[in-house]
């Protein structure tokens, strides 16, 4: 294929979510994918905007990305899709699948933007969409949540306002300086009143997956707390704990420990 900036990706593979779907509804793995009730529907439809798609049986899904050392030292971009209804939703070899793997070295970055993975996700959203209007088996999917690490989220929606940059969020315009300072919480805080301006570079090509808006943006947890700010916290706790002598022995309160708490930091 051909982009608008005249880069010309060659084939990859790609297992487009609607394709496995069908192969695994016909072979009889059905109860993998689990049922939605009226009532998830309702709830989606109240607080994300999302309405049933048009079939009497569907499901969410759950749109999924990391990037990381899989395998040789390569650095690959995993997408991945899975149910949300899935019984096995803790099990990510039963419940969570493949669509495709990019080689970070064979990124395309123009203005910012990776035309690599842009291209990959413009193929994804038509299976999608596909799916969401034309049952398998009776089933139809929608996407109802989008979740990873964030290289994918920043490279997913193309965002000039992301973590490592002074505008630091993606749904309002807080800044880590004093500009709209983020860490204001009083009520009349400035970015809780300002009117976000978009936080892309350029629209991404997730914006044609049907009914996505950025409420379906999920943040993993596991990368903002566990990996990110939690470990921070615990550690610096922990520094002040020993500062204040609440432990005992001859050098609590000296700096000597805290090479012991680096390495109890990793741990959380």
């Known amino acids: 294929m051909m982009t608008d900036e005249g880069v010309r990706f060659l084939s990859w593979p790609i297992l487009l979510p609607h394709r496995l779907a069908t192969q695994l509804l016909l072979n009889g793995y059905r109860e993998h994918l689990g049922s939605a009730d009226q009532q998830y529907w309702d709830i989606m439809a109240e607080k994300f905007g999302v309405e049933k798609p048009p079939a009497t049986d569907a499901i969410g899904l759950q749109l999924w990305g990391d990037e990381g050392q899989i395998f040789e030292n390569e650095q690959m971009m995993a997408f991945q899709w899975s149910s949300e209804q899935s ?121 044609q997956l049907k009914q ?18 939690g470990r921070d916290l615990v550690a610096s706790v922990l520094v002040i704990l020993l500062r204040m002598g609440k432990f005992a022995g001859s050098n609590a309160g000296s700096l000597r420990p805290v090479t012991a708490l680096d390495r109890v930091s990793c741990m959380f």
Not at 215 to 223: E, N, P, R, S
């Open 212 to 229: 996505f808006n950025m409420a379906l943006v999920g943040l993993d947890i596991m990368h903002i707390f566990y990996l990110g700010c």
């Open 87 to 207: 019984p096995w939703w803790q099990d990510a070899k039963r419940s969570r699948f493949l669509i495709c793997l990019v080689p970070v070295s064979k990124y395309v970055i123009r203005n910012k933007v990776n035309l690599t993975l842009q291209a990959v996700v413009k193929e994804l959203v038509r299976s999608l969409n596909w799916w969401r209007e034309n049952p398998i088996e009776a089933l139809c999917a929608q996407v109802t949540n989008v979740k990873g690490d964030w290289k994918y989220i920043g490279q997913l929606l193309n965002l000039r306002r992301k973590p490592d940059s002074n505008s630091v969020c993606f749904l309002c315009e807080g800044t880590k300086n004093l500009d709209v300072p983020i860490t204001d919480l009083s009520p009349e805080a400035a970015w809780r009143r300002l009117v976000p301006t978009p936080p892309w570079h350029r629209e991404p090509e997730i914006l």
